[in-house]
C-alpha cells in the first residue's frame, strides 16, 4: 500500500473515531412521561313516548258530559338528569273553549297505547279548558313540569304516564248547530331540558 493512500486511510479511520466521540460529547440526560388514551364525550337527554306517530285521540260526533280518557307514557334515557315540561305550540278554533281538559301524572303497568288500564294517578297537573291550556301552556317557559313520583328531576330510565281527560262542556255555544264546532287539529309536547 502507498504512503499516500495509508494516509488517506488514517485520516478516514480518524475521521470516524472523532465524529463519534463527537457526539457522545454532545449528549445529555432525558427523561419522558405521556398521559395516554383521553376522551371526551358529551351526556345525553332523550325522552320518548309509546305513541308510535298515532294521534292519542280523534273524537267526533262527542255528546256533552261524556269523557275522552287516553293515556301516554313518557320515558327518558338520556344520562343527564333533567326537567320534562308538557306544552302545545298549537292553537285551537272555538270548540277549544267548550272541551274541559284534565291532566294526570302517574303510573301504570305496561299497556297498549292510548289505553288507561290500571293508571294511578299521583297528581292532577292541569284543570281548565283546551283553549286555556293552549294560551297559558304555549313553550317550555310557561310548560307544565311533572316529575317521577316525588322526585325532583328526571333520571336514566324514569318513566311517566299522563293520563288526559277531555269532557265537552254541556252548553248550548258548543252546538254549532248544521255545522259542528271542532277544536281542530292540535299537538301536545313534552321537552326535556337538562337545565
Known sequence: MSKTRKTLVTLLVLGVVGTLAGVGTFSAFSSTTDNTGNTFAAGTVYLADNDAGSAMYNVTGQAPGVATTKCIRLTYTGSLAATVKLYTSSTVNALGSYVNLSIDKGTMPAGAFPGC?????????????????TTTKNSYANGISAFPGAQTQWNQNDTVVYRFTLTLQNDNNANGGATALTTGSHDFTWEANNQ
Open 117 to 133: 288500564t290500571g293508571f294511578t294517578s299521583e297528581a292532577n297537573v292541569f284543570a281548565n279548558t283546551l283553549a286555556n291550556f
